[in-house]
């Protein structure tokens, strides 16, 4: 039976997943640190990376904010276990308001989750130049950049 709005992200307000941090400094950890200017919600999305194969074995996140982007981490955390960085790269933060049914003006809390896990690949590849080539195929082609801007879209 299809779980309504307000179970979905009170689940995941009430039991964060994987809340935590991992060492920031480590090599196998990138870190993505975002905020949301319009309500000034921040979100630490920290992975860590299986050198071998790119995927990623751990996840731990720290959000300042909101029900919604509480929730919207904890599910993310959930989604991208086990992911390659490329796969993980790709969310989109519609994926995640779809899970979770959020309303149109709850829209930004989950793109903030997007903007975490790129931004923590893009500080993974940042400490490990030679990952990016192999998952990537070698192709060189840029990670998407984390774009604040669109966060603050919406109050
Ligand atoms: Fe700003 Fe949810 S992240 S209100």
Known sequence: SK???????LDH???PRNVGSMGKGDNDVGTGL???PACGDVMKLQIKVDPNDNTISDVKFKTFGCGSAIASSSYLTELVR???????????????????CL???????????EDAIKSAI???YTKNPKAKATDLGGTGA???EI?????????
């Open 3 to 9: 779980r309504s709005y307000h179970e979905k992200v």
């Open 13 to 15: 307000y009430n039991n």
């Open 34 to 36: 975002v905020g949301a």
């Open 82 to 100: 086990g992911m390659t960085l490329e796969q993980a790269g790709r969310i989109k933060n519609t994926e995640i308001a779809k899970e979770l």
């Open 103 to 113: 309303p149109p003006v709850k829209l930004h809390c989950s793109m903030l989750a």
């Open 122 to 124: 893009s500080n993974y």
């Open 142 to 144: 840029a990670m998407p």
């Open 147 to 155: 774009e604040i801007e669109k966060v603050s879209a919406t109050a």
